[in-house]
């Protein structure tokens, strides 16, 4: 055995580490639904931009693949910042404070996907709800009561 490790496992009996434990997955102040929040902005805006292209000026068909790429990537990022909170931040305690959780965040990740699959306004604008609701839970399962606003 190396004399680093042998010196380690001696420091370890003298004194043991300490048993650190933690509500989430990752350090408190990390997650945060905005992130969530920007990229459902990005997909409703980029909804708004395609309904409103002018399909007959020239360019308006390459104009109109970036734009369907870009609403596609930013509705599959919602989902995952979605994800990342609904399984690394929530835990089973605030399933008995907020038993539909489960629903909730489902909800809003097919939703993001029915945003990928059509360029809807509806769709777009039901995203932002659903992330809205995840939004007040979140931040009511920290005990602390931040506005939601949108940057349009």
């Not at 920007?38 to 104009?63: C, F, P, Q, R, Y």
Request: hydrophobic share 40%.
């Amino acid at each position: 055995m190396k004399l680093n490790v042998r010196l380690l496992r001696s420091l370890e009996a003298i004194r043991p580490a300490s048993t650190a434990s933690a509500h989430c997955d990752g350090p408190c102040g990390v997650y945060d639904p905005a992130s969530a929040r920007i990229a459902g902005e990005a997909v409703l805006s980029m909804t708004k931009k395609l309904l409103d292209l002018d399909m007959s000026a020239d360019g308006a068909h390459n104009t109109y693949s970036r734009f369907v790429a870009i609403k596609e990537e930013q509705a599959e990022l919602t989902k995952r910042e979605l994800n990342i909170l609904w399984h690394d931040y929530f835990k089973p305690q605030h399933l008995e404070a907020y038993p539909d959780l489960h629903t909730t965040f489902w909800n809003a990740a097919k939703q993001a996907s029915a945003c990928k699959t059509a360029v809807s306004l509806e769709a777009a604008n039901e995203l932002m709800a659903q992330i809205e609701n995840v939004h007040n839970i979140f931040w009511e399962s920290k005990g602390r009561d931040i506005p939601w606003y949108t940057a349009s």
